[in-house]
């Protein structure tokens, strides 16, 4: 019978801390110290490569489509921040984008220093995942909103795969053949400046959006950045919440010849990804 009451008191003295939890003011969430975000994203892969061959040789500028790989999958999306200061922030994350396909080719084409002759049956995998550190700088604070600068600091990993399954005659099925393929990647640094903004717009309701763009060369590689976002959070409890947002990013990177002569990975890459995301965030 005392181990009744003592369990029952434990209980309602439980019940009591959640209940004075809930019915704490809302905490304002613009200046946790760490938010955690884990999202599923509909991710938009929209690229263009052309990857001349070793001796020079121009090749064909193809797109998802034209080798078969989907323009769209979900994929799992990380994001940390912290904030060690009032008008200091640190953003790191992770966006995986990766699509596969195949098809018949309509047209020959040429990557690197292998051809794919129209009538081939294709199989084609794209990766495009990207690692990024932002820094922001909140040059306006307020005690609903906050204004200021951001920097962007990231790395794709492009990889491309090409592989030709089977062959089309005129006069009857497909015929196997011996399989070649082309495979080509690129880890592509990027950087970006711009301005960012966060505004809570209710007790529980934030929105936030950010711009950013540069345009730069490292040795060969020239690369221009253009990324955006935008992010609405609602808080259902103190320390959780969730997240509806968009990010974009453009990015264009020109590979030019070695000026010694030496073969190498050359030509260019147009690639435009865009997420649309909802997850959860804890923060503490």
């Known amino acids: 019978?005392?181990?009744?009451?003592?369990?029952?008191?434990?209980c309602g003295a439980a019940l009591h801390q959640v209940w004075a939890q809930d019915s704490l003011p809302?905490?304002?969430?613009?200046?946790?110290?760490?938010?955690?975000?884990?999202?599923?994203?509909?991710v938009w892969l929209g690229p263009k490569v052309k990857v001349d061959?070793?001796?020079?040789?121009?090749?064909?500028?193809?797109?998802?489509?034209?080798?078969?790989?989907?323009?769209?999958?979900?994929?799992?999306?990380?994001?940390?921040?912290w904030r060690p200061g009032r008008r200091h922030e640190l953003d790191v994350g992770y966006q995986f984008a990766r699509h596969t396909g195949g098809r018949v080719l309509a047209d020959t084409i040429h990557v690197a220093d292998t051809s794919f002759a129209a009538g081939l049956r294709i199989e084609s995998a794209f990766k495009a995942d990207q690692a990024f550190l932002n820094y922001r700088f909140a040059f306006r604070v307020r005690e609903r909103s906050q204004i200021g600068a951001a920097v962007g600091v990231g790395v794709l990993f492009f990889h491309v795969d090409i592989d030709a399954i089977s062959g089309a005659t005129s006069g009857g099925p497909d015929t196997t053949?011996?399989?070649?393929?082309?495979?080509?990647?690129?880890t592509i640094p990027t950087l970006s400046l711009g301005l960012y903004g966060r505004w809570r717009t209710g007790d529980r309701w934030y929105i936030e959006s950010d711009a950013r763009a540069l345009q730069f060369a490292v040795g060969r590689v020239g690369v221009l950045v253009l990324e955006g976002?935008?992010?609405?959070?609602?808080?259902?409890?103190?320390?959780?919440?969730?997240?509806l947002g968009y990010g974009?990013?453009?990015?264009?990177?020109?590979?030019d010849p070695k000026t010694d002569?030496?073969?190498?990975?050359?030509?260019?890459?147009r690639f435009t990804l865009q997420n649309l995301r909802l997850g959860v965030v804890a923060t503490r």
């Open 26 to 42: 809302p905490k304002n969430h613009l200046h946790d110290r760490f938010q955690l975000s884990i999202s599923g994203a509909q």
């Open 1 to 10: 019978m005392r181990l009744s009451f003592c369990v029952m008191a434990l």
């Open 248 to 255: 974009v990013s453009g990015i264009r990177v020109t590979l």
């Open 177 to 186: 053949i011996v399989p070649f393929s082309a495979s080509k990647g690129i």
């Open 261 to 269: 002569g030496t073969p190498s990975l050359t030509g260019r890459l």
């Open 229 to 243: 976002g935008a992010a609405a959070r609602y808080f259902v409890k103190p320390h959780f919440g969730v997240e």
């Open 53 to 81: 061959g070793g001796n020079g040789t121009p090749g064909t500028e193809v797109d998802g489509k034209d080798v078969g790989a989907s323009n769209s999958t979900l994929e799992p999306r990380l994001a940390l921040r």
